[in-house]
C-alpha cells in the first residue's frame, strides 16, 4: 500500500477514534500490553537483528543505546501503558460553559486532532509510547521511526494495530512508514496529515518545517542546562550535576552545559572534575574553568552542542543574570535547572529563562512525559504556542465549540430591538 493509501486510510480511522468509548480505549491499550508480553521473543529477535546490522554499518555508541530494546525496556513500555490506563480519557470533557440567552448554551469540548504524523529516532521504546497516546486520546497515527530500527519497529506495529483492531479500534488506525521518501511525500498530504511532530536535530525539524504547510510540533535539540548558583548547596548541585549528565547521557533531557557562579568556582570545580571523571565524563571548559582544574578548552560550538554522551561543557559565569543569558543565547528551550537555596533567585531565574521546562533544586532528567504524570509522551516540544514541554495527551488535544439552542436565530439578536445576550458563565457538563 503506498503512503497516500495509508494516510487515507488514517483519515477514516481518525473519525471513529474521536468518538471511540473509554472502555474500548482501555481494553485496547490491556490487550497491546498483553500481546507485547506474549511476543517478547519475536520482538527482541528482531530487534537483536537491528542490533547486529547498525554495529556492521557503525552507528554511533549513543545511537546504538537507543536503538537496544530488551526485556528492561519491554516491562517499561508496558508499565507506561498501564499508567496511561489510569488516567482521565481526555475526549469529550467541558473546558468552558456559557449562556448567551436563555436555552442557548455554548460548550467548549475537548477533542481529538485526528491523524498525527509522528517522525522519530531510533527509539523502538518510542513507537509503543506514541502509538499508545494517540489511541488514549483518540488520535490515528502515522509512525516513523529511524532506518536502524526497521525490523523492531515493523514488529512492534504489527502487534499494536492488531490489538487495537481486535479491541474495536478501526482498521488503519496506526500506519508505518518505512523509508525517507515516505516522509517527503507525507510532508505533501496535508488533506490526511493533522500534524506533524518531528523528533530530532534543529536542521530536520527546520527541513520539516520548509516543506511542508501542515502544522509542526516541533523536536529540536536538547541543549539543557545545570546553573549552580552562589547560594547553592555545594554537595546537591554535584550530586544533581551527575545525576543530570551521567543517569542516562543518550537522551534530549541530559545536561549537556554547567554553568557555575564564580564565588564557587574554586571550591567546586575541583570536587566536580572528580565526580564527573569518576563517570568516565569528558569535560570541556571556559577559560576561568581551565585556570582552575585542568580540561581542554572549550569552543564556542560546544556551547552549542547536543553531545548525547558522556561529554560536558563547563563555564564560569558572573551572576544570575549572565547565567539566564547564557542559556537564551545558546540553549534549545528544553530544559534547564538552577541549584540555589534562595528561592528569589529560583523564581527569577524560572521568570526569565526561556524554556520550556524551568526546574530549581532537581535533575533535568525529571523532564519526562511519564515521571510528570503525563503516561508517557509523544516528544518534548520547544514550540509556544498548542503545546510546550512534554507532550502528553493533553497536547494531543483540540476543542470544538458546540451550541445548543431552540430554534434561536440571529435576526433577533440585530438591529434595533435586538435582544441582549447575557454572555454567563456556567459550571454545568456538556451532555
Same mark, same amino acid.
Given at each position: ?27 485496547? %491499550? ?8 506474549? !511476543? ?7 530487534? $537483536?537483528?537491528? %542490533? ?5 554499518? !557503525?552507528?554511533?555508541?549513543? %545511537? ?74 483518540? =488520535? $490515528? ?8 530500527? /526497521? ?9 499494536? /494495530?492488531?490489538?487495537?483492531?481486535? $479491541?474495536?479500534?478501526?482498521?488503519? @488506525? ?5 523509508? *525517507? ?29 520548509? =516543506? ?11 541543549? +539543557?542546562? %545545570? ?16 545525576? /543530570? ?7 534530549? !533531557? ?73 542559556? =537564551? *543565547? ?27 521546562? $524551568?526546574? @530549581?533544586? +532537581? ?37 470544538? @465549540? ?9 435576526? =433577533? ?19
Amino acid at each position: 500500500m503506498d503512503i497516500q493509501a495509508i494516510a487515507s486510510q488514517c483519515k477514516t480511522a481518525a473519525i471513529f477514534m474521536s468518538a471511540l468509548s473509554s472502555q474500548v480505549k482501555e481494553a485496547a %491499550l490491556q490487550g497491546i500490553i498483553k500481546d507485547l508480553k506474549d !511476543n517478547t521473543d519475536l520482538i527482541i529477535a528482531a530487534n $537483536a537483528g537491528d %542490533l547486529e546490522a547498525a554495529e556492521k554499518q !557503525n552507528l554511533e555508541a549513543p %545511537l546504538l543505546k537507543r536503538l537496544k530494546f530488551d526485556n528492561a525496556k519491554l516491562l517499561e513500555v508496558c508499565d507506561g501503558i498501564a499508567s496511561l490506563i489510569k488516567l482521565e480519557d481526555p475526549v469529550g470533557k467541558t473546558l468552558q460553559a456559557t449562556e448567551l440567552d436563555k436555552g442557548l448554551t455554548l460548550f467548549k469540548v475537548s477533542r481529538p486532532i485526528g491523524v498525527i504524523g509522528v517522525i522519530f529516532e531510533s527509539r523502538p521504546d518510542a513507537l509503543v509510547q506514541i502509538a499508545a497516546l494517540c489511541l488514549k486520546s483518540g =488520535n $490515528a497515527v502515522l509512525l516513523k521511526g529511524g532506518s536502524e530500527a /526497521s525490523a523492531t519497529n515493523q514488529v512492534l506495529a504489527s502487534i499494536i /494495530s492488531r490489538a487495537g483492531v481486535e $479491541a474495536g479500534c478501526p482498521k488503519g @488506525w496506526l500506519g508505518l512508514l518505512e523509508t *525517507r521518501s515516505d516522509v517527503d511525500h507525507m510532508l505533501k498530504l496535508e488533506r490526511f496529515v493533522d500534524l506533524i511532530i518531528p523528533r530530532g536535530s534543529n536542521e530536520f525539524v527546520r527541513y520539516i518545517m520548509d =516543506n511542508t504547510v501542515i502544522p509542526v510540533l516541533g523536536h529540536a535539540d536538547g541543549i +539543557c542546562h %545545570l546553573y549552580i548558583d552562589r547560594f547553592a548547596d555545594l554537595k546537591m548541585a554535584i550530586d544533581l550535576s551527575v545525576d /543530570s549528565k551521567c543517569q542516562y547521557v543518550a537522551v534530549c !533531557n541530559a545536561t549537556e552545559t554547567i554553568l557555575v557562579h564564580e564565588a564557587l568556582a574554586m571550591e567546586i570545580l575541583p570536587i566536580l572534575k572528580i565526580r564527573l571523571e569518576e563517570q568516565g565524563v569528558k569535560i570541556y571548559g571556559c577559560e576561568r574553568t581551565c585556570a582552575i582544574i585542568d580540561v581542554e578548552a572549550a569552543t564556542e560550538k560546544d556551547w552549542q552542542t547536543e553531545y548525547l554522551d558522556l561529554i560536558v561543557s563547563i563555564k564560569v559565569v558572573f551572576s544570575l543574570n549572565d547565567a539566564v543569558e547564557h542559556i =537564551n *543565547r545558546y540553549g534549545s528551550g528544553h530544559t534547564d535547572v538552577i541549584v540555589t537555596g534562595d528561592k528569589k533567585r529560583a523564581l527569577y531565574f524560572m521568570d526569565h529563562a526561556d524554556t520550556a521546562d $524551568a526546574f @530549581w533544586n +532537581c535533575s533535568s532528567r525529571f523532564s519526562d512525559g511519564f515521571r510528570f504524570g503525563l503516561g508517557a509522551e509523544v516528544g518534548i516540544s520547544t514550540n509556544k504556542i498548542h503545546a510546550r514541554g512534554p507532550v502528553g495527551l493533553e497536547g494531543l488535544m483540540i476543542y470544538q @465549540w458546540r451550541l445548543m439552542g431552540d430554534g434561536h436565530m440571529v435576526k =433577533n439578536y440585530t438591529g434595533k430591538t435586538a435582544k441582549p445576550f447575557t454572555h454567563k458563565p456556567l459550571t454545568k457538563k456538556f451532555s
